[in-house]
């Protein structure tokens, strides 16, 4: 009986010690600093800008604010799978150095990747399809200490289709999550493969 209530006391005593880490995890996640709105924003508009001037390739371009480097693989791929044509363009973003995007507070870098997406898919109907989204995984810096953007389960995306009668531009916008806040990227901003 001793023993088994020892045993007891014993199992007890590693879970309340499991929950209290969990908790103390669980609080100091709560206390991580956010990534303000108008730095978010900052920071999509030079990813934006630096894509739309990148070329198809690897290229190294200087970051925005004068600090860090970023090189840009640009890649077009094109795919006939029954009477459907494919077009798809990546723009994926690797940091060689730190990458200065946003001034003022916080003090923002990007270490870390991000990627732009878009797919066209033109139908043997004569019909149209293009989706487009954007994926991060990046990690932000103030002062002396770097944070984790949590990638989004709604990353800005679209998908818009048009019938075959209607030969005009596609216009929806990007709209979704990029580093816990709501953005809409017109998609006349989004870096698009020649010809679609």
């Not at 878009?118 to 994926?135: C, I, P």
Request: hydrophobic share 40%; proline share 7%.
């Amino acid at each position: 009986m001793r023993r088994q209530r020892a045993i007891r006391t014993a199992r007890n005593a590693v879970l309340a010690a499991a929950v209290a880490v969990a908790l103390a995890c669980g609080t100091d996640y709560d206390y991580w600093p956010t990534l303000g709105n108008d730095a978010t924003q900052a920071m999509l508009t030079g990813l934006i800008d630096m894509a739309n001037a990148a070329q198809h390739g690897t290229h190294t371009f200087p970051c925005p604010l004068d600090g860090g480097e970023v090189t840009i693989t640009v890649s077009v791929t094109s795919e006939q799978l029954g009477d459907t044509a494919f077009t798809r363009g990546r723009w994926v973003f690797k940091p060689l150095y730190l990458c200065r995007l946003a001034k003022g507070r916080p003090t923002l870098h990007i270490n870390g990747n991000a990627t732009f997406a878009s797919e066209t898919a033109v139908f043997g109907s004569g019909g149209r399809r293009f989706s487009a989204t954007v994926e991060e995984s990046i990690y932000w810096a103030d002062a002396d200490s770097s944070f984790f953007c949590d990638p989004s389960r709604f990353p800005p995306s679209v998908v818009e289709e048009k019938d075959a009668d209607d030969d005009g531009p596609f216009t929806q916008p990007l709209v979704g999550r990029f580093c816990g806040h709501s953005v809409e990227i017109p998609l006349s901003r989004f870096p698009m493969v020649p010809g679609t």
